[in-house]
């Protein structure tokens, strides 16, 4: 795995879960994949791939684990597994501040019996908000081969900021750090949006270096869609390049690839929502919900704090609907049944896809 791919990863795994993700989560996902591939050191050549991956989620944790196994027509073939971890603090008293700890490991083996392995570890203090953030850190990383028994190390900054609106973020990394005496100043940038059925993301990065290094600077970028067939079914396509990867002495290249991707469930798609009114109040240790629903004769609350189960709502006199209730902080699912027929989300909470066609309320009750 090359060094922006997991630096994308981990800034992908720390706005997934400071934006809103669930309390828990597992997922798993196959990728058999079609690719034409040029690197720098060869011609192009087709290949085939699978690629599994899992990933688990909970509170202020997450974990990642993913590999491929790759066949090239020159009848060679390539391996690469790797894994990445974060670890999230709950906020600071009541200030925007969280703490996260972030890991990634990485290996490849070729037929030629060339390997590779790299680290990396991240600490990050972050500045929050619902639909944004920032943070600045400093990482360190190391890097082997078996054609030398030395082992590369580097370290230096980082800092990033993302943003979510709707079911679109972007994000911005930069990170520049020291290797074998030089500075390589790099910036890392990602975007994505779902709509209906598509999920499409869009990747690129920029690396400097001295002319005393005898490294070239370079760019990269590239993109992908899918579109979901069915909730555990989606056709990928996606093209671009990377860079060379440092540490793993690594070439860089361009592809162009197809893939069918088998998971368990969808990714979950977070919609946060413009207006965001509060949607819970709590006042020392009881709560209430309140929802303005115009129209709605009979509402009902089902989350996993009542099992799935419907506790009907009572109607305010200005028009809004509540219901008593004292929730643990922490990141809740819910939906609300409107006159005994309708689930719906209210507008004042970001929503998440339910993996079968609808969408979950995500209610974020704080300290």
Not at 55 to 65: D, H, N, T
Not at 71 to 80: D, I, K, P, Y
Not at 203 to 222: D, F, K, L, P
């Amino acid at each position: 795995m090359s060094r922006q791919v997991g630096t994308a990863l981990m800034t992908l795994i720390s706005a997934t879960l400071l934006a809103a993700s669930p309390a828990t989560a597992q997922r798993w996902q196959v990728d058999l994949t079609g690719t034409q591939v040029e690197f720098d050191t060869t011609a192009a050549q087709n290949a085939a791939s699978v690629a599994p991956l899992a990933e688990w989620s909970g509170k202020g944790a997450y974990l990642v684990l993913g590999g491929s196994l790759t066949a090239f027509e020159t009848a060679q073939w390539a391996g690469q597994g790797w894994g990445n971890f974060s670890l999230l603090s709950d906020p600071v008293a009541s200030f925007p501040l969280r703490g996260e700890i972030l890991g990634t490991a990485s290996g490849t083996l070729h037929s030629s019996n060339f390997r590779t392995a790299a680290t990396r570890g991240e600490i990050r203090l972050h500045v929050t908000g619902r639909r944004a953030g920032l943070w600045l850190g400093g990482a360190g990383a190391s890097g082997w081969t078996s054609a030398s028994p030395d082992i590369a190390t580097a370290f230096g900054p980082t800092a990033g900021a993302w943003a979510r609106h709707s079911t679109s973020s972007v994000s911005l990394v930069f990170s520049p750090f020291r290797l074998e005496g030089f500075w390589f100043p790099e910036l890392n940038g990602r975007a994505s949006i779902s709509a209906g059925p598509l999920d499409m993301l869009a990747y690129g990065g920029w690396r400097g270096a001295t002319g005393e290094s005898n490294i070239s600077s370079t760019t990269w970028g590239g993109a992908e869609a899918s579109v979901w067939l069915t909730s555990n079914v989606a056709f990928v396509v996606g093209g671009g390049s990377y860079s060379p990867d440092l540490l793993q002495a690594l070439p860089s290249g361009r592809y162009v690839s197809a893939a069918i991707r088998l998971s368990a469930r969808r990714p979950p798609v977070v919609n946060i929502k413009a207006q965001a009114p509060r949607a819970y109040d709590r006042e020392r240790e009881e709560g209430a919900l309140l929802f303005r629903l115009p129209g709605a004769q009979r509402v009902e609350v089902v989350g996993d704090w009542t099992d799935w189960q419907p506790v009907p709502m009572r109607r305010l006199q200005d028009g809004r609907w509540t219901l008593d209730v004292t929730l643990p902080a922490g990141v809740h699912r819910f939906n609300l049944i409107v006159d005994g027929e309708r689930w719906i989300v209210p507008a004042e909470v970001p929503s998440i896809d339910d993996g079968f066609g609808g969408e979950t309320g995500l209610l974020i009750v704080t300290e």
